[in-house]
Each structure stands twice: as C-alpha cells, then as structure tokens.
C-alpha cells in the first residue's frame, strides 16, 4: 500500500520525536513539526545547512565532523550534541542517523532521530562528582584501602596504598600488583578466594 506524501507527512509530525531527512550531502530534505516547535524555528529556516542554527555553537564544530564522517562512511550512526530550545535552553541530544539506498545500493537520503538525554548526562555528572566526592574523602583517610571485584581484580586504591608502595595508581589496580608489593613467601596467603556461604 502507498501512502500519500500528505498522510506521510502527517505522520511523521505526529510521532512523538523530533525527526530529520537530509539529501546525500546532508544538506536538509525536512525536519518535523516536533523539531519546529522544539526549537521555535519556523518552516525553512532548516533548509540547506540552516539547521546548524539550533545546535550549540560550542558543539558545532564536532557535530559537523562527525556527520560528515558518517555521511562518508555510508554506515547508520550516532553522536551527541546541544539543540537550543524554543526558550533558549540548550539541551543534549542523542543523534542517530541511518541510510535510504535505491534498489541500486546508492544513498538518496538520511533519516534520524534526536532523544533528549539532558537527564542522563545530568545523572552521569552527578556520578562522576560523587565519585569525585568519594576519592577526595578516602584518600584523607591514613589506612590503605584497596576495593576488589568479587574475583579479587582490583578496581581502586586509595592515596594511602600509593604514598605507602611508591607504585602508581595504575600499577596498583593492575591483576598482579600483589606480587609488587607482597614478599614472595606472603604471596599466597593474600590471594583472594571466593568462601562459599
């Protein structure tokens, strides 16, 4: 069955998600009504390479690159960046592209979507600075303290393990950093064995 380019059209405004076609060259085919009324652009304003105006001017430079990079490569694809909306507000956005071929193979067109992930990246922000938090606080802590995985691969050390062996922190959360800091005769009593319960 055909559907009509006033029900496609109508449809593609409809669905839930900002959407975009651009020709081969990325240059824009259309944006939905959903990314209009996003970001307050009117109609044609994302014609050409209009579109770049939403973007953050700090992220363009990137974006740019990395489209052209997916376009060259032919390969569907994604890649972040900051779309401002309507009120100003930049937000991140996920970015995914995917490739339309003719019957021939040859590209006629890119289809994407944009997801706002702005809470995501606010929730890894906050992760970091907590484990940031985390580090600050146990590395004023005089004892040594090394965190192990449950099959005894280190996974971090504090300040302390790395003031008292003299190693690096990379050394010291490395598989075999016992045998750096343990006599060889210790050795086997410091290997980590799973006790059943």
Not at 21 to 45: I, K, M, V
Not at 87 to 108: M, T
Not at 146 to 160: F, H, K, M, R
Request: aromatic share 10%; net charge negative.
């Amino acid at each position: 069955m055909k559907i009509s380019e006033d029900k496609y059209r109508v449809m593609v405004d409809t669905i839930p998600a900002l959407v975009w076609c651009t020709l081969p060259d990325g240059s824009n085919e259309f944006h939905n009504q959903r990314w209009h009324d996003y970001t307050g652009l009117p109609a044609g304003a994302e014609d050409g390479l209009g579109w770049r105006v939403a973007y953050q001017p700090e992220d363009l430079e990137q974006l740019l690159h990395k489209f052209q990079a997916l376009l060259a490569s032919g390969e569907p694809g994604e890649f972040e960046a900051r779309l401002r909306r309507f009120d100003g507000e930049y937000r991140w956005f996920l970015i995914r592209a995917v490739p339309h071929r003719d019957e021939s193979g040859k590209i006629v067109n890119w289809y994407g979507t944009l997801t706002d992930i702005e809470d995501r990246k606010r929730a890894e922000e906050k992760l970091r600075q907590d484990e940031r938090e985390l580090r600050r606080i146990t590395d004023a802590i005089p004892q040594t303290i090394v965190i192990q995985s449950p099959d005894g691969i280190p996974l971090y050390a504090n300040q302390a393990v790395v003031d008292y062996t003299g190693l690096t922190i990379e050394d010291v959360t490395t598989s075999d950093f016992r045998a750096r800091i343990f006599h060889s005769e210790d050795l086997a009593a410091t290997v980590f064995r799973n006790r059943p319960r």
